[in-house]
Nanobody, 127 residues
Framework: QVQLVESGGGLVQAGGSLRLSCVASGVTGRSLAMGWFRQAPGKGRDFVGAISRSGDATYYADSVKGRFAVSRDNAKNTVYLQIDSLRPEDTAVYYC????????????????????WGQGTQVTVSS
């Protein structure tokens, strides 16, 4: 049974940085293509970034390019989301997602491409 658990969220001032982690269990590290999504209060779940199973390909939403970076350590079954220059509009619950199927990296921008989801971690950015 595959489980994803996020951590690393919290309250941070605008301009600060956070690194979110997502640990996968029930599966080997490089079996899952992984993505990050976020959901602000009263809004839908939006794609943030994705990374291929090997880590050699990444893909980002235009709105976060240059500030967000997805990486992974397959030996630790962990995917990371580094967020720099945080803005109040980055306030949201951040979810990691994973899937065993192999698609072009751009396909992982769609929430429907994922089978497994974490429970989310709250990021709050104060101005």
């Amino acid at each position: 049974q595959v489980q994803l658990v996020e951590s690393g969220g919290g309250l941070v001032q605008a301009g600060g940085s956070l690194r979110l982690s997502c640990v996968a269990s029930g599966v080997t590290g490089r079996s899952l293509a992984m993505g990050w999504f976020r959901q602000a209060p009263g809004k839908g779940r939006d794609f943030v970034g994705a990374i291929s199973r090997s880590g050699d390909a990444t893909y980002y939403a235009d709105s976060v390019k240059g500030r967000f970076a997805v990486s992974r350590d397959n030996a630790k079954n962990t995917v990371y989301l580094q967020i720099d220059s945080l803005r109040p509009e980055d306030t949201a619950v951040y979810y990691c997602a994973g899937d065993l199927r192999a698609y072009r990296i751009q396909i992982y921008a769609q929430a429907s491409s994922y089978t497994y989801w974490g429970q989310g971690t709250q990021v709050t950015v104060s101005s």
